[in-house]
């Protein structure tokens, strides 16, 4: 197998956020969905970040995430402002207000990806219009895995090019809240089938500090959220969860059930880290060793004996 098919390709926002949370504020941080995505995917596979920013970008921030590995060449660079979003946190931090986005150069964003970045194994398709996510659907071609991310703001102001989309890909991930508005069915399991029938064969559904559900066929598997006492920022969180499950099953080259699973622990473990401080802040250090403790530790939370087995003892 070459590099280039056992690396991860991201397509997404590199943004710059305004952040308020119940700890604490921060203009102007370095974020975005992709950006999130890579810190985590960068650090079990060769990641090709695919993206847009203007004229103010602090590229050298970013500086951690090539040094990690991740090829930055399909990072245009456009005259003007770089996509910019802002979001005030509720004090459960499970919910949050946008209060601004500013879609600057991503506006007209239509990436022609290279030779590299088109023949990647495993491709993300991070949150972002529907019409760009398919307009990089339609120069992929060898890929084994493909999933996008969406959200609310896209389910209710473009269905039909997001039902598209959905359509063509492997998996979707999506939290509780969107899965519910998507599918107009409010049990989960429901959603889960409802939206598998519409074409993928996987779907992640996110559920904040609750952890995380994947579905696939009639087999679901539940990772618990690791339990952090405290949370800074969960911005970003969702796409190093999906960063950090690629990165697990990039690393594993398989998608048999055993492997995969395991995968959906690993983003909620990489989830977990990105709360810990603002924007990327806690992944520039994040060692593969410190998630494989973590991991251990969320395997341990649920690691239980029956009845029946206690007594085989
Ligand atoms: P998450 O907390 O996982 O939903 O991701 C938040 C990140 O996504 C932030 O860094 C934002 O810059 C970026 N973001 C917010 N809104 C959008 C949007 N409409 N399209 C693409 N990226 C977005």
Redesign the pocket.
């Known amino acids: 197998m070459t590099s280039s098919e056992s690396s991860i390709l991201v397509v997404?926002?590199v943004?710059?956020?305004d952040i308020q949370t119940p700890s604490g504020r921060a203009d102007g941080v370095v974020?975005?969905?992709a950006?999130?995505f890579s810190a985590a995917a960068s650090l079990f596979a060769p990641v090709h970040l695919v993206g847009v920013i203007g004229d103010e970008y602090p590229i050298e921030e970013l500086v951690f995430l090539r040094d990690r590995g991740v090829d930055l060449a399909g990072l245009q660079k456009k005259s003007g402002n770089s996509?910019?979003?802002g979001?005030t946190y509720h004090a459960d931090m499970n919910t949050r207000d946008?209060n601004h986005?500013e879609v600057g150069v991503?506006a007209d964003f239509q990436p022609v990806l290279s030779e590299e970045a088109r023949s990647a194994r495993w491709v993300f398709l991070?949150?972002?219009?529907p019409t760009l996510q398919s307009f990089v659907l339609d120069q992929i071609d060898e890929a084994e895995l493909v999933a996008c991310?969406t959200?609310n703001?896209?389910i209710s102001g473009s269905l039909d090019p997001l039902m598209d989309v959905i359509s063509r890909i492997d998996m979707i991930t999506l939290n509780d809240e969107e899965a519910r508005q998507i599918s107009g069915v409010s049990n989960l399991v429901g959603a889960a089938k409802w939206i598998q029938e519409q074409g993928p064969r996987y779907v992640l559904i996110k559920k904040g500090e609750h952890g995380a559900a994947f579905f696939s066929g009639d087999d679901i598997f539940l990772a618990p959220g690791y339990p952090l006492m405290e949370v800074k920022d969960?911005?970003?969180?969702?796409?190093?969860?999906a960063g950090g499950m690629f990165g697990q099953i990039a690393r594993l080259g398989s998608l048999e059930r055993e492997g995969i699973c395991s995968a959906v622990v690993y983003g909620c473990a990489l989830g977990s880290f990105t709360c810990e401080a603002f924007?990327p802040g806690r992944m520039v250090n994040l060692t593969l060793e410190e998630v494989e403790e973590r991991v251990e530790e969320l395997v341990d939370l649920t690691r239980v004996k029956t009845a029946s087995r206690m007594g085989e003892r």
């Open positions: 997404g926002t943004a710059l956020d974020g975005g969905a950006v999130h996509f910019r979003w979001g946008t986005t991503f991070a949150n972002a219009d991310d959200m703001y896209w969960p911005t970003g969180a969702g796409d190093a969860f924007g």
